[in-house]
């Protein structure tokens, strides 16, 4: 339908006086679109119940929760298929008033994990399936106005392989922490109105697309096209009036656009805007613009919305053309990056939005730039941090490993590429989108119609899609990750590149303290390696024993590699190991390693985003150092022991230990030799043009005399709203107030905590949580509060045996918050004092009991057919997961023979391959006398990172074949790390 009327922004420059003048409430009519939480006065039952979802349902036996919401409190380490997976039932009771009778009604959650029903008095209203992306429910036909009405969800987190991710979870690298667990609220609108890009369900369109043209310091385009639904029976003359305010809430730009939209129709409409001297958003300066739209009919304002953007252009050229790194706003910007998971310890993936933000926050301090949201989309209010504070993500589909033919799971997965894009297209934080399933053997032409997807939903030249590269991705992708030969010669120098994780492998061991994955419960020494052993990776090493892999692609000492992302920035616990993964750079529960400080010092001093830093990496509670490490950005970094310098080393001449990490700008870590081994004081001070500008001191920790209460809350004031959640940190500390951190590993103390007033301590009546009473790491125990929707205060309160208890009183801030109505319902116990229920999980994790492993150290291993002998066969078989056999070429089948020397009733295997993101088909026959073979596994196609245990069935087994028949990607080269066998126990 043509439009009847345009007034352009030309003829608005007429009216600059009004452009600058500052948007006043009081002057407008307030926008009839009102948004509630609903994420307060839920009921919870944990199981499956017929008739749950029914008005005269008696659920007053049913817990009292708030969401965001998890199913089950977990333990901290609850890795190996521990968490619980079922079914759980959630009933609201609302009563709204009268005033919204003639109110479109719709209600939005950000997030059900992972499957679910809803219902409206009894009556099912929609079905939804993936726990990363939330979705809209019109209930306005079915709801009773001025009467009690009962929502009820219907949710469960049991596998299902039809839906992306689609892998079990006790062979995922992640968990399926099922519940409500991101926010819920209501809106109402006029039967005129935005529409939800989600709900409209449009190829790249709904709600609002904002793209930009022109972009410069001195001028851009910034073009709206917005999709308004009219519900009513009748026409409409509408106007549209969109206007771009900047931070001071003033106009610096406005468009007016009318159309007649025919009874229950609908209209696209297409606006631009020119803005001078735009503040173009950037990383080190995220400027936010707000797009107020306001829809009229009659001169009556029916609907606003307000969408907050940040003008800038993306590239991953030069001006020159050449795929040389990532260019923002015509300029080169390495990217510093981290890979995030969002959960945490206790509740899982169900954090506040204050939670979200602190995280975003941390990254930012941590010298990022830039994080990736590990393997799935991340919550709203993570994004909304990062466009605030100024992180560039890369958006993740679900996936991992995992590809299904089945035509559900690929129309699923296509599904949630089209949602992501439309939910987040506008944030000027997206820049990259992940269209894969991360690490899965995806046909080509399942790629090539994701990307085709991704284009569809976001035309034009912003729209970056990025995989792997291999045989079945190259012609598909606009952005490649390992763009690496395993020589370190390049393969596609046409091509722009990243490294999407580096600095981690699945193999290593904490517990050993000599490789990248690193722990505060156990000592120093596994932080400090973790340290070295990123920098010699971040400085071009592609040796595994000294932290690199040669698909990183050799990272700083790469010329034209756009930036990198770290492996990880949080610990993580996962479905496929009982060990958690201490990849992080910070701890589960976000307390920072060493190696935060490491990725910190390698932003510029100068830069004032980040500024200058020093910080020693020494608990100081031993006198055996020989050296000290000491991360810094400053020009130098004089130390000191008791006042007595140690040296002084410059920028400069430390650049000489890692000069490819200095020429990107970096900074290697300062090695300080001692003389002596003595008792005192380590002081830092980082010097800039001669000046010390930052220091850090490490005082050497005497007896343990006192508990210490620290809140983490990062700048962020705990809300009552019923939902916020605020982290506490509890620590051991000596007279002085100094931490007790470990000396031998896996030290500990035993903290017992309370809270009082207005907030609650998750998990404290749950005594299989952990939380009180608990075990500290490092001399660092954790908890999270939560406050009620009273302000007031919070009383948390500590002891440990021998130990001076600590108290701390922690106030929170009246909401502001519409909350939707509630109902008439029972009296529910609060899930914070309900007495421990018994587990309904059922979960096993299936590993065979380590005691029961086969000792081959007198089994042979040879390559069948070949006359050659291999003597590096035998570190397939020699117990170390840190020795490799590489294949001496790639011509399948290859056979490997394998003799016990002695008959043994085998139950399990493992094996261990050489490279975690390749996929192997593999084949497993067994023989007591090597004539006659027995099959197992044929043909079984595996990841490198699928090391679970697989069942066998033969008794009297004294020969193995072990036949590798393919590799993906084709290129690869066959490696194997370990093969592990588990005979059956011993009567006793």
């Not at 001028?219 to 308004?228: E, F, G, L, P, Y």
């Not at 207005?758 to 299989?768: C, P, V, W």
């Not at 021998?802 to 701390?808: F, I, M, P, S, V």
């Amino acid at each position: 339908m043509r439009p009847f009327r345009v007034l352009s922004f030309y003829l608005l420059l007429l009216l600059a006086n009004v452009l600058t003048t500052p948007l006043s409430a009081a002057t407008r009519q307030q926008s009839p679109r009102q948004q509630l939480n609903f994420n307060t006065n839920w009921a919870f039952h944990k199981g499956d119940l017929p008739h749950a979802e029914e008005m005269g349902f008696d659920d007053s036996s049913w817990d009292g929760v708030t969401i965001p919401h998890v199913m089950h409190i977990e333990q901290k380490h609850n890795g190996g298929g521990n968490v619980f997976q079922g079914i759980g039932w959630y009933r609201r009771h609302l009563n709204l008033p009268g005033k919204y009778k003639n109110k479109r009604l719709t209600i939005h959650f950000d997030g059900v994990q992972m499957n679910c029903e809803v219902f409206l008095n009894g009556d099912k209203l929609a079905q939804h399936f993936g726990g990363y992306m939330g979705f809209s429910v019109d209930i306005t036909a079915k709801l009773l106005f001025g009467r009690d009405n009962v929502l009820a969800v219907k949710v469960t987190n049991t596998d299902d392989p039809q839906t992306p991710p689609g892998k079990p979870m006790r062979k995922l690298d992640f968990n399926y922490y099922g519940g409500i667990y991101r926010n819920f609220h209501l809106v109402a609108t006029e039967p005129l109105y935005i529409s939800d890009p989600l709900e409209a369900n449009k190829i790249a369109g709904g709600g609002l697309l904002v793209s930009y043209e022109n972009v410069s310091p001195q001028k851009a385009t910034v073009k709206i096209q917005t999709h308004i639904v009219n519900a009513h029976n009748r026409p409409l003359k509408t106007k549209l009036v969109t206007s771009l305010l900047d931070k001071n809430n003033r106009k610096v730009g406005q468009t007016i656009e009318e159309y007649a939209i025919p009874a229950q129709g609908e209209q696209l409409f297409h606006q631009q805007l020119q803005v001078s001297s735009p503040k173009l958003w950037h990383p080190d300066h995220p400027y936010l613009y707000r797009l107020v739209s306001s829809l009229y009919a009659s001169n009556q304002l029916l609907d606003e919305q307000s969408t907050k953007i940040g003008i800038r252009s993306l590239s991953f050229t030069s001006p020159q053309g050449k795929p040389d790194g990532f260019y923002l706003n015509g300029e080169k910007l390495y990217l510093r990056g981290a890979n995030r998971h969002q959960a945490y310890q206790y509740v899982g993936d169900a954090a506040s939005d204050s939670m979200q933000y602190r995280d975003a926050r941390q990254l930012k301090a941590g010298g990022f730039n830039s994080v990736r949201a590990s393997h799935y989309p991340a919550s709203p209010a993570f994004l909304d941090a990062c466009d605030e504070l100024g992180l560039l993500v890369i958006e993740c589909q679900p996936g991992w490993q995992f590809y299904s033919g089945d035509s559900t799971f690929t129309e699923r997965s296509f599904r949630d590429i089209r949602e992501m894009v439309r939910r987040d297209r506008n944030r000027p934080s997206l820049f990259l989108w992940e269209t894969s399933l991360n690490e899965s053997p995806t046909p080509s032409s399942w790629m090539q119609k994701a990307v085709a997807i991704a284009h569809e939903e976001m035309p034009g030249n912003q729209m970056f899609t990025a995989d792997d590269l291999n045989q079945r991705s190259r012609d598909h992708y606009d952005v490649f990750y390992k763009v690496t030969n395993p020589d370190g010669t390049d393969p596609l120098p046409n091509k722009p590149s990243l490294t999407r994780e580096w600095g981690d492998t699945w193999y290593a061991d904490a517990s050993k303290e000599n490789g990248l994955r690193a722990s505060r419960m156990y000592t120093e020494k596994g932080l400090i390696n973790q340290s070295i052993m990123r920098q010699n990776a971040l400085n071009g090493s592609a040796d595994e024993k000294d932290g690199g892999y040669w698909d990183h692609a050799r990272l700083d000492a790469n010329p034209r590699i756009g930036g990198y992302f770290l492996w990880s920035y949080n610990d993580y616990t996962r479905g496929s190991d009982p060990i958690t993964a201490f990849s992080g750079v910070v701890d589960e529960d976000r307390y920072p390693k060493f190696g935060y400080y490491q990725m910190q010092s390698m932003q510029d001093a100068r830069n004032r985003t980040y500024g200058p830093m020093v910080f020693i990496a020494s608990d100081n509670n031993t006198t055996n150092q020989d050296s000290v490490i000491v991360f810094s950005n400053c020009d130098a970094v004089r130390l000191t022991r008791n006042g007595k310098p140690v040296g002084t080393i410059t920028r400069q001449d430390n650049a000489k230990t890692a000069p490819f990490i200095a020429a990107k700008g970096g900074s290697p870590y300062y090695k300080f030799n001692l003389a002596s081994a003595l008792k005192g004081d380590l002081k830092a001070e980082g010097l800039m043009n001669g000046r010390v500008v930052c220091t850090h001191t490490v005082k050497p920790p005497e007896e343990a005399a006192q508990l210490k209460i620290e809140v983490a809350t990062n700048g962020i004031q705990p809300l009552a709203d019923g939902s916020d959640m605020t982290p506490i940190y509890i620590k051991v500390c000596d007279k002085n107030g100094t931490l007790i951190s470990n000396k031998t590993a896996l030290e500990k103390f035993s903290i017992e905590l309370s809270v009082s007033g207005e907030g609650h301590l998750i998990g404290a009546n749950l005594k299989s949580s952990g939380v009180t009473p608990q075990s500290t790491e490092g001399g660092i125990a954790y908890a999270l509060i939560r406050s009620t929707n009273k302000a007031g205060k919070i009383t948390v309160t500590a002891h440990s045996q021998g130990l001076k208890g600590a108290t701390l009183t922690i106030k929170t801030r009246p909401s502001s918050t519409q909350f939707v109505p509630d109902g008439t319902h029972a009296k529910w116990t609060s899930e914070y004092e309900k007495p421990e229920a018994p587990s309904q999980n059922t979960n096993d994790t299936g590993q065979p009991n380590a005691t029961n492993r086969l000792d081959l150290k007198n089994a042979t291993i040879s390559l069948s057919g070949s006359t050659t002998p291999d003597t590096n066969l035998t570190s397939i078989i020699d117990g170390n997961l840190s020795t490799t056999w590489l294949a001496p070429n790639n011509t399948f089948p290859i056979t490997l023979l394998i003799d016990l020397n002695s008959v043994h009733n085998l139950t399990h295997y493992q094996i261990f391959w050489g490279k975690d993101s390749d996929w192997y088909t593999h084949s497993i026959d067994l023989s007591p006398d090597n004539e006659h073979w027995t099959p197992q596994e044929q043909n079984t196609e595996l990841s490198g990172q699928d090391y679970s245990n697989k069942p066998l069935k033969l008794k009297q087994v004294r020969f193995i074949h072990l036949t590798i028949s393919a590799i993906r990607p084709e290129k690869s080269r066959l490696s194997i790390r370990e093969l592990q066998l588990f005979t059956q126990p011993e009567k006793p």
